[in-house]
Nanobody, 116 residues
Framework: QVQLVESGGGTVQPGASLKLTCVASGFSIENYGMSWYRQTSGKGRQSVAGITSTGTITNSPDSVKGRFTISRDTQKNAVYLQMDNLQPEDTSVYYC?????????WGQGTQVTVSS
């Protein structure tokens, strides 16, 4: 059974860091492009970081560039999102996504709230 399980969200103050984890099961992340998206209520999902099946990191939007870093551990079949210098505008539900031609999987999401 294909499954993506995110963890690591929470409530932090501006300037703090969080590391999100996405553990995949039922498939190998080496066969999929993996991405992190976020979605705020009333808005569409925005890609914030991606890594290809071969481990190449893709471009991220200017809003998170230099602050968010994606990485993966193929032994643990997991993908991570290190988020530094978090700001209130980063408040959102963060989703893990796995995709390849003809297939796409989503996790359940983890809430990140940045508030003073």
């Amino acid at each position: 059974q294909v499954q993506l399980v995110e963890s690591g969200g929470g409530t932090v103050q501006p300037g703090a860091s969080l590391k999100l984890t996405c553990v995949a099961s039922g498939f190998s992340i080496e066969n999929y492009g993996m991405s992190w998206y976020r979605q705020t209520s009333g808005k569409g999902r925005q890609s914030v970081a991606g890594i290809t099946s071969t481990g190449t990191i893709t471009n991220s939007p200017d809003s998170v560039k230099g602050r968010f870093t994606i990485s993966r551990d193929t032994q643990k079949n997991a993908v991570y999102l290190q988020m530094d210098n978090l700001q209130p505008e980063d408040t959102s539900v963060y989703y893990c996504n796995a995709s390849r031609t003809g297939y796409e999987h989503w996790g359940q999401g983890t809430q990140v709230t940045v508030s003073s």
